[in-house]
């Protein structure tokens, strides 16, 4: 693993489609959903990730302490940007904001992940 410096970002930008959003609320209110946005974070600070990781490492997610602030119907398009806030050793934390196309900033928090040796994570997680 290579040094991961603070203030690193990475910025995501997708449109978002029928399967991301909820069905809960019956027909015609079709928006995007947190479970979404979640694994929107995520991928986000795991691309942020690769470039400071060695062959065979990986990071998994840990810690995640999200607002789902503001809803955004399907079909807009939202930006995720995931900025190191905090690194001790293997640990990661990032500062994360979500926002939909028309600025209003629907989601923001903070994620932590933990770079892994993906053999030794997979050999431990055997019964």
Known sequence: MKVIPLGHS???TIATTPDMGIAHL???ASFYSTPAMVAHIEMTAIQSLLPFLDPGEQSV???INIAHTAPTPIGMKVT???TVQEVDGRRCVFAV???NEGGVKIGEGTHER???DISRFAGAARP
Request: without cysteine; hydrophobic residues 35%; proline residues 6%.
């Open 10 to 12: 990475n910025e995501m």
């Open 26 to 28: 019956g027909p015609g």
């Open 61 to 63: 997610g840990v810690r």
């Open 80 to 82: 995720i940007r995931t």
């Open 97 to 99: 904001e979500v926002h």
């Open 114 to 116: 933990r770079i892994i």
